[in-house]
């Protein structure tokens, strides 16, 4: 059974720091591209990062260039996002998602429609 399982959310503050981490199962994990998506209340479904199946190359959106870290294990089936100098508007339900092709990039809202997704975990960025 594929099982997608984030971790690592919980409150921190303003220039603080958090590194969420994304387990995987249940399928062949160095043949999917992996990416962070987050969804914050009133707003849509953003792609944070994403980092390709085989290249390692990494995207980011401009919301968090800079600032955020996306990482594969290949070995341990896992992925990671560092987040640095957090902000107020970084605050979500962050969710890992797996998938193969080009199709499900964006969303209006998360969990999307393509590939295999996590539960989520929150995110907090408060004084």
């Known amino acids: 059974q594929v099982q997608l399982v984030e971790s690592g959310g919980g409150l921190v503050q303003p220039e603080g720091s958090l590194r969420l981490s994304c387990a995987a199962s249940g399928f062949t994990f160095s043949n999917y591209a992996m990416g962070w998506y987050r969804q914050a209340p009133g707003k849509e479904c953003e792609l944070v990062a994403r980092i390709l199946a085989h290249t390692y190359t990494t995207y980011y959106a401009n919301s968090v260039k800079g600032r955020f870290t996306m990482s594969r294990d290949n070995a341990n089936n896992t992925v990671h996002l560092q987040m640095n100098s957090l902000k107020p508007e970084d605050t979500a339900v962050y969710y890992c998602?797996?998938?193969?092709?080009?199709?499900?990039?964006?969303?209006?809202?998360?969990?999307?429609?393509?590939?295999?997704w996590g539960q989520g975990t929150v995110v907090t960025v408060s004084p």
């Open positions: 998602n797996a998938k193969q092709g080009l199709l499900g990039t964006y969303y209006i809202t998360c969990p999307g429609q393509y590939g295999y």
